[in-house]
């Protein structure tokens, strides 16, 4: 593995932290005040101008669909940057460093991975009406897999329900945690569901698209997390009546869901990671001034020994989690997800966990501060702490892992 970025990175990662200087971090205070003032107005799901005026900006720049790789840009007939997985990362860690700004480049979940699944999974059709809006940020979209009444973070116990009637597909469960489902340019979402709950375990279930304007749909209600909706964004509860759609509109093909799932769920956790490191990052950069500027019992907090600890730590932690996530990067460039998904179930592990630690200490070094929406540290935490959660808990992937390395000692025996 090459440790060094590749000449197509490095130029885009000029590019792209010079547009974080120029717009993105100017844009902070003015990305809060809005959403106080929809808040105020009661238009609190009104998408932002403060986004919608840098978009043009970013496209002007070079620095739009960046995380569409070779493979999806091949399948979709648009064209991205064309990065590898590892090309990708390193940016994708530069717009983690402010939350909202992966939107501002059309890099955003669950966007993403629903375009990498349409350009991958879905039919002529359904590029032309679904991909190409998307690829261009005039429409957004939701991921509809995870359901209330039931422990999702094993999907075989999805009980939704996708019944074939003739020439259409009729859905009907309750979902949770659908992220982008709150956005009213929310057009699309891809629904998992069970086809035929008789077949075998992994072959039961499918993902479809549907269109949001289906009747049936009804969008319950807005989920905080930690207080927090995310507006206008927001991650909310849904209702399928009886929607139908077109047989069409099925992805890959009955019983398909789980390896549709593999295949968008690789490129997803690198994204997420990778962005969780540009957070961990900016607390670390953070802690730091707040340590040198302030002083308690008689010195700079920055002499402190526990702080100084801390921020050595806080080092150590973050390169080691980049590392394990650009060699799962470079691995699924190099044979794909498959060949990765230790790795990858590795970094799902280690960076979500790195994040909480560096930020928490980020947020005692600021003391009061760090609590309040003065700095980005309580909310930063906030969505570490659930991306413990996310694309699958920290169990699953503990669990993967550790049958991986049991196996290495305790092989199953050969059947003759």
């Known amino acids: 593995m090459d440790f060094d970025y590749s000449p197509k990175t490095k130029e885009l990662q000029a590019r792209l932290l010079r547009f974080m200087d120029d717009y993105i971090y100017p844009a902070e205070g003015a990305y809060h005040a809005e959403i106080a003032a929809n808040t105020a107005a009661g238009k609190r799901w009104t998408p932002l101008k403060t986004i919608e005026d840098l978009k043009p900006k970013a496209q002007a720049s070079g ?11 091949q399948a979709s007939g648009y064209e991205g940057a064309g990065l590898t997985n590892q090309e990708y990362a390193p940016l994708a860690e530069i717009m983690g460093r402010v939350m909202w700004s992966s939107e501002v480049f059309n890099c955003s979940a669950p966007d993403t991975g629903n375009m990498e699944t349409i350009a991958r999974y879905g039919s002529e059709e359904n590029k032309a009406l679904w991909l190409k809006p998307l690829l261009e940020g005039k429409i957004r979209s939701a991921f509809a897999m995870t359901e209330p009444q039931v422990a999702s973070s094993d999907a075989t116990n999805i009980e939704t329900r996708i019944e074939r009637q003739g020439d259409d597909y009729v859905i009907n469960g309750r979902k949770w945690w659908t992220s982008g489902a709150g956005d009213p340019r929310c057009a699309v979402f891809i629904v998992m569901g069970k086809t035929d709950p008789e077949a075998a375990r992994h072959s039961q279930q499918s993902m479809v698209l549907v269109p949001a304007k289906t009747p049936g749909i009804t969008i319950v209600r807005p989920l905080n997390v930690f207080g927090y909706d995310d507006a206008p964004h927001g991650h909310m509860e849904v209702l399928f009546e009886n929607v139908r759609v077109p047989v069409s509109n099925i992805l890959l093909g009955e019983g398909r869901g789980f ?3 593999q295949g968008r769920l ?8 990778m962005r969780l490191i540009g957070l961990a ?15 308690a019992f008689g010195k700079p907090i920055a002499a402190q020994t526990v702080t100084q600890e801390r921020i050595a730590e806080a080092r150590c932690k973050i390169d ?19 060949f990765a998904k230790n790795e990858i179930a590795m970094i799902k592990i280690v960076a979500p966990n790195m994040a909480c630690e560096v930020i928490d200490w980020a947020m005692q070094v600021h003391g009061g501060a760090g609590m309040c929406d003065d700095f980005p540290l309580a909310y930063a935490y906030t969505n570490a702490r659930t991306l413990r959660f996310a694309d699958g808990p920290d169990e699953v992937h503990r669990n993967a892992v550790a049958k991986a390395e049991l196996g290495k000692y305790n092989p199953k025996p050969k059947i003759a």
């Open 259 to 261: 390896e549709i799932a």
């Open 320 to 338: 080691m989690a980049r590392l394990l996530t650009l060699k799962a990067a470079w691995m699924m460039d190099m044979a794909g997800n498959k």
């Open 266 to 273: 690789g490129p997803g956790r690198i994204h997420h990671c």
């Open 281 to 295: 990052e900016r607390a670390l950069e953070l802690m730091c001034k707040r340590a040198s500027l302030r002083v």
């Open 63 to 73: 620095l739009w669909n960046l995380f569409l790789p070779v493979d999806s840009a």
